[in-house]
């Protein structure tokens, strides 16, 4: 059982350019190497669909950074955001995030659903809470109004809050870059699915 932080190493993809830099994090050390594996496979796969979206593999190819940020690294919850920019010409370049959240005893990839309980109007209370934020911020909306989120919406979890998040030009002009929403675990209690990586995180708290 995987209770404790992970060990996470950081290794740079080998590459000609010195203009295309890959960096992507490696679990190891852990008590279970299958369950090591498989998050490791799962972070390279994705890694990988994010390259060919952001033309690693295209002779274009101007320049290209690769990296990562471990957003959550406790109780058994790893969460992390795979960050890729590229730029192959024009007035600027385009990044994309794909965060990954498991759950480390296990293994198991958590999608957003799988936060709360079934049933749940998770979208509309998510939806609800960043309509207010759009709002009191004040966020320069693409297609006013906003109406709601995707029920695969990206997202990652921080210590205590849920972070929702939107790709650039999602919601927002370019300017704007990334909209991201942290939401208190807290306000969600009421939803959360009992046992999930959200009612462990704020048993915490």
Do not use: C
């Amino acid at each position: 059982m995987q209770d404790f932080p992970l060990l996470i190493q950081t290794k740079k993809l080998p590459h000609a350019s010195s203009k295309v830099k890959v960096y992507y994090p490696v679990i190891t050390q852990m008590g279970d190497a299958i369950i090591q594996r498989k998050l490791n496979s799962t972070i390279i796969h994705t890694l990988n669909e994010l390259l060919v979206e952001q033309n690693f593999y295209a002779k274009e190819l101007v320049e290209l950074l690769a990296s990562f940020e471990i957003k959550n690294n406790q109780r058994g919850i790893l969460s992390l955001n795979l960050i890729v920019y590229s730029f192959t010409g024009g007035a600027h370049g385009m990044t994309i995030i794909k965060s990954l959240t498991f759950d480390t005893k296990t293994g198991k990839q958590y999608e957003l659903n799988d936060l709360f309980k079934p049933g749940s109007d998770y979208v509309k209370k998510l939806s609800d809470i960043i309509r207010e934020d759009i709002k009191k911020w004040d966020v320069q909306l693409l297609y006013p109004p906003f109406k709601e989120i995707r029920p695969d919406q990206d997202f990652y979890i921080a210590d205590t809050s849920l972070v929702i998040y939107f790709q650039l030009y999602e919601i927002t002009p370019y300017v704007w870059g990334f909209p991201y929403f942290p939401i208190p675990i807290l306000d969600l209690a009421d939803i959360i699915q009992p046992q999930g990586p959200l009612d462990r995180m704020m048993s915490f708290t």
